[in-house]
């Protein structure tokens, strides 16, 4: 049995009623509740509630979603509060909103050298970010970059893992980059660290490994 209930920004939300498996589940919430530990006009309230607390999140992320060119998750659900957006052919940036509606968390992804004062930038946050302003102002203004449309060929990104050739590999996203800006091949940490200690050449201290980056040959590091 599926409940329909609408918030008060007029977003539709599903609450899905599983008799045969005694719990209720939503496409607010990532994990399903027993029957047995509430009732389901608590649950009803308690979804009420989160939609309540969520409200500011999600119009923030329904604007990325619809300016933006977002990358990754490609079919968002309410419960995901994060967004993997394209920011150049060689970067990417991954917005967090789940700790703080009003100051979300800004890390970019990319080759070293050019994603240090990317970062260093996103820092500021909490001081640049305005509440008037959208999404792309707003991250614009922080990483000071124009950012591509959400027409933005994804194609024109290097996404994809050198290793196992996706973008995601069991929830992993590939977001460890050659530093060779030449190269700025990504790749899943698991693959790299699967990859490099395959090779005779690899050396290691404590957690971390020095080898030769699968694709250029040039020096990459990785923490195991």
Excluded at 96 to 109: A, C, E, I
């Amino acid at each position: 049995m599926v409940i329909w209930s609408r918030d008060a920004a007029g977003r539709d939300h599903s609450v899905y009623v599983d008799l045969s498996s005694n719990v209720f589940s939503s496409n607010v919430e990532e994990n399903s509740v027993s029957m047995e530990s509430t009732k389901l006009t608590r649950y009803l309230e308690t979804l009420e509630e989160r939609c309540s607390h969520l409200a500011e999140s999600w119009d923030l992320l329904d604007d990325i979603d619809s300016t933006l060119c977002v990358l990754q998750p490609q079919h968002p659900k309410r419960h995901e509060l994060w967004r993997r957006i394209a920011v150049t052919s060689l970067h990417t940036a991954l917005i967090d909103v789940s700790s703080d509606r009003s100051f979300p968390k800004l890390t970019v992804y990319g080759p070293r050298t050019t994603t240090l004062p990317l970062n260093a930038r996103a820092k500021a946050v909490r001081t640049l970010w305005s509440p008037t302003k959208s999404a792309r102002q707003n991250i614009e203004c922080i990483l000071q970059c124009t950012l591509p449309s959400a027409v933005f060929d994804h194609k024109d990104i290097k996404l994809e893992c050198g290793v196992c050739f996706a973008f995601v590999c069991e929830k992993e996203t590939a977001d460890q980059v050659c530093a060779n800006d030449v190269c700025a091949q990504p790749f899943h940490r698991t693959c790299l660290v699967q990859w490099l200690k395959s090779k005779e050449d690899t050396r290691q201290s404590f957690t971390t490994l020095f080898g030769k980056c699968p694709y250029c040959g040039g020096n990459i590091t990785v923490g195991s």
